[in-house]
């Protein structure tokens, strides 16, 4: 049962346009949603995240929009550059409790932006 | 100056066989994970510890051991390797603040098995 989901296996925008990438989840208990990026033979690196009490976080020409509602969130990346072709993972998780966290993933998205 | 290091990067090995991955960071962490990817790219938890006690275990086999010697270090020991073992294993280590912590990632190590 895969709670985090990536319909979008992969994703081609033109430099200098916007990329739009998409997640939706089902489980209403996740309350905190992060974007990670990652590049072949290298693990996945920290891009940004948004709390449920939130629906937008930006930071430079990356935003994050969460609609609780529909249980889906959009990472806007603008604007684009060939430096950001990579896989896009967005992760969920919730207050487990405790000392530590667990990530729940979805499959990632391929972003090809073209020179 | 790698935050979080794993070793080997890549390990070819037979059926049967057992096998060790290391995982140290120098972030100052108490929490570090082992995440496995699989053939169809799903980047699913497997354990969790803080400060070298185990908290999270996602219905792993038990031929899955990890060993935290201390907490910048969690080791990953698989016994009896299946060919379904194959994947690409993720150490992590993260800083809890409030359940709000941002996972920090390592390389990666490729296990093939043969």
């Known amino acids: 049962d895969q709670q985090v989901k990536q319909n979008s296996p992969s994703l081609s925008v033109q430099e200098g346009r916007i990329s739009i990438l998409n997640c939706d989840y089902t489980?209403?208990?996740?309350?905190?949603f992060l974007w990670y990026k990652k590049y072949p033979a290298e693990g996945p690196t920290f891009l940004i995240s948004?709390?449920?009490?939130?629906d937008k976080n930006e930071d430079g020409r990356f935003t994050v929009f969460l609609n609780k509602s529909a249980k889906h969130l959009s990472l806007h990346i603008v604007p684009s550059q060939p430096g950001d072709s990579a896989v896009y993972f967005c992760?969920?998780?919730?207050?487990?409790?405790?000392?530590?966290?667990?990530?729940?993933f979805g499959t990632g998205t391929l972003l090809a932006v073209q020179p | 100056d790698t935050a979080v290091s794993q070793t080997p990067k890549y390990l070819v090995t037979q059926m049967g066989n057992d096998k060790s991955i290391k995982c140290e960071q120098n972030?100052?962490?108490?929490?570090m994970y082992w995440y496995k990817q699989d053939s169809k790219k799903f980047l699913k938890i497997m354990f969790s510890?803080?400060?070298?006690?185990?908290?999270i275990n996602e219905t792993v086999p038990n031929r899955f051991s990890p060993k935290s010697p201390d907490k910048a270090h969690l080791n990953l020991h698989i016994n009896s390797l299946e060919l379904g073992d194959s994947a690409v294993y993720f150490c992590?280590?993260?800083?809890?603040?409030?359940?709000?912590?941002?996972?920090?990632f390592g390389p990666g190590t490729r296990l093939t098995v043969l």
């Open positions: 489980n209403s208990m996740f309350d905190y």
């Open positions: 948004i709390s449920s009490i939130k």
């Open positions: 992590a280590s993260s800083q809890p603040g409030g359940g709000r912590d941002e996972q920090f």
């Open positions: 510890y803080n400060n070298k006690e185990l908290i």
């Open positions: 972030l100052g962490h108490d929490t």
């Open positions: 992760a969920a998780t919730m207050n487990y409790g405790g000392a530590t966290n667990k990530l729940i």
